[in-house]
């Protein structure tokens, strides 16, 4: 293919943007994580992005772009589309920067980014909220700035965009002392990996970049495999920083001339990495953020005594969205599993089930009579918690011998998204 617009962002560009990015963005930290460590037997290091000042890595970008316009942009405003992130580097850019800028989100972006829009941009900005995906609210966006003359500030498929996203890179660089074995980065619209995948591939072309996508939403590598941004048909909005249908036309410019290595991981690994971050860890990522560490010691392949980063991306995480988390987490591990049981309309039925039947370290998580069809059975929809995900074998034998008629709801099942 063209490979032609790779040139339109260069290392220098992101080495300037380095320099305007001082004193505006925080150096964050680059700390060794002792859990993922011992797990692999390597050297892991998390790049702190959610210790910036909008708790995320978007700021790079959003102000890198912003503060290069002319008066005469400056006076027009900007507008942006976002998943929650990159609009709080827009907000933020312009109530530093003194521009008045207009931000569309979906219906999805949670409401702890909505705020934390309007705080960081008050008077400077406006929150529009409109379609259930990023892609429908980026339309609406791009539409506006054409009728009102505002500049547009992607979210990853701009030159300015991608260079600011890049000096993570330089940074990670710079703090460790050497370039790392490995470089993990998360993937939504694919600017940060762009950015970082040109600095490295003319710095430290030895390093490895590795490229990680929610299973959901997988974007690029549909695009690397049919030579082109396509439009995926349907995504799984719970990585609702990276749940983008179509990556940018750059970005996978970028990416298929420095084939970085793909990998992507289910909602509920990820699920599972963010509870292992804070309650481990101490961390608070959100979904998009524990991206990167989710791969470490699943899908990535590391050698013992490796140095690997992996980019935290940020920290944006509603409190209320906990309770679905460990559920989603429950249910990837195999320790939560749901049933429809027919239960005889008797005295006793229900005893039988909980002393015949479940385990000793079972838990009844959820119980619900779905109808009373006749007198005889009452079916109901059971949840059960189990101790370990091997006393599912013994469960289901249990089941199996019951006089109950018992169906197990599974995952693929359509009925399944009412329940996680």
């Known amino acids: ?31 060794l994580n002792e859990r993922l460590s011992e797990r692999t037997g390597a050297e892991i290091w998390l790049k702190r992005e959610d210790l910036q000042p909008v708790r995320s890595y978007k700021i790079r970008g959003a102000h890198n772009l912003i503060s290069q316009l002319s008066e005469q942009e400056r006076h027009a405003g900007v507008i942006c589309a976002s ?7 827009v907000a933020y850019a312009c109530a530093r920067l003194g521009i008045q800028g207009r931000i569309y989100v979906p219906s999805t972006t949670p409401r702890q980014k909505r705020d934390r829009m309007r705080q960081l941009g008050g008077e400077h900005v406006s929150l529009i909220v409109i379609g259930d995906t990023y892609d429908e609210a980026a339309q609406a966006a791009y539409a506006a700035a054409w009728e009102s003359g505002a500049t547009m500030v992607p979210a990853f498929d701009d030159p300015r965009t991608i260079a600011g996203q890049g000096t993570l ?34 710095h430290h072309p030895e390093c490895r970049v590795v490229a990680v996508e929610p299973a959901g939403a997988p974007c690029l590598a549909a ?10 048909e349907s995504i799984d909005t719970f990585v609702d920083g990276a749940a983008v249908r179509r990556c940018g036309e750059l970005t996978h410019a970028i990416a298929a001339a420095r084939d970085p290595h793909m990998l992507t991981v289910p909602e509920g690994q990820l699920c599972s990495e963010m509870l292992d971050l804070y309650q481990t860890d101490g961390i608070i990522a959100e979904p998009a953020g524990a991206l990167a560490p989710a791969a470490i010691g699943h899908q990535l392949d590391i050698q013992p005594g490796q140095s690997v980063v992996a980019i935290l991306s940020g920290g944006n995480n509603d409190v209320s969205r906990y309770s679905e988390i460990v559920e989603r987490s429950l249910v990837h591990e195999g320790r939560k599993h749901y049933f429809l049981v027919n239960f005889p309309q008797e005295p006793g039925a229900l005893r039988r089930f909980l002393d015949e039947v479940l385990g000793p370290d079972d838990d009844i998580t959820l119980f619900e009579y779905v109808k009373r069809s006749n007198r005889e059975l009452g079916p109901a929809l059971v949840g059960v918690e189990l101790g370990t995900p091997e006393d599912l074998a013994g469960l289901m034998a249990r089941m199996n011998r019951s006089p109950m008629t018992v169906e197990p709801v599974l995952p693929d099942s359509p009925f399944y998204r009412f329940l996680v």
């Open 1 to 31: 293919m063209d490979t032609a617009p790779v040139d339109r962002i260069t290392s220098a560009d992101i080495a300037l943007a380095a320099a305007r990015l001082r004193g505006v963005v925080t150096e964050t930290p680059l700390q």
């Open 83 to 89: 998943a929650g992130n990159h609009g709080q580097g």
């Open 169 to 202: 890179a330089v940074e990670i660089v710079h703090q460790l002392g050497r370039a790392p074995d490995v470089l993990v980065v998360p993937v939504g619209g694919g600017g940060m990996l762009a950015g970082c995948l040109t600095w490295m591939a003319d």
């Open 223 to 232: 695009a690397l495999e049919a030579g082109g941004p396509v439009t995926l």
